[in-house]
């Protein structure tokens, strides 16, 4: 009866692992991830699916100019104003030559930022305190000559932070 029952749970286990064996198998793993902002100060895009994926200027075939990207900024700081500004000049390039770099503007809140190490003040304390809703905007400048063909990239990084109070 032993010998009986071994011979069958060996015979079962032999069973399931060619089954194993022979069955197919997928993995999918993917990355989530969530930033939550403090309640007294931030700025956070109010469209969140655009800001980790590379944005695109669009070109107008008939007009031969590059588009302008725009997207809102929700921006609120509760004891001073929220400063501005760039980490590194903004631009474009093919990686060929640099005279055919697209320079980029950047304003935010209609303020325009530089790569100057002092921040821009780009929000009132006032509209910081209620917060408030403001937009982004990163616009190609003039080419003199036009735009060269090519496919261009580049990264605009910018450092926001709290203004020091007024005291």
Known sequence: MIRQWIALTSASGLALTGTWAFAAREEIEFFVSVDIPTLNFYVIPSEPDWIHREQRLHWNVHTSKLGTLRRNFDVK??????????????????????????????????????????????????????????????????????????????????MFSAAAPAG
């Open 77 to 158: 700081h509760d004891s001073s104003a929220i400063e501005a500004r760039l980490e590194s000049f903004p631009y474009l390039t093919n990686g060929r030559d640099s005279r055919e770099n697209i320079n980029l503007r950047v304003t935010f809140n209609g303020k325009e930022l530089t790569n100057n190490p002092f921040p821009l003040q780009v929000v009132s304390a006032e509209e910081a305190k209620l917060g408030v809703r403001v937009p982004l905007e990163i616009e190609p400048r003039e080419q003199a000559g036009g735009y060269k063909p090519g496919d261009y990239y580049g990264t605009v990084n910018i």
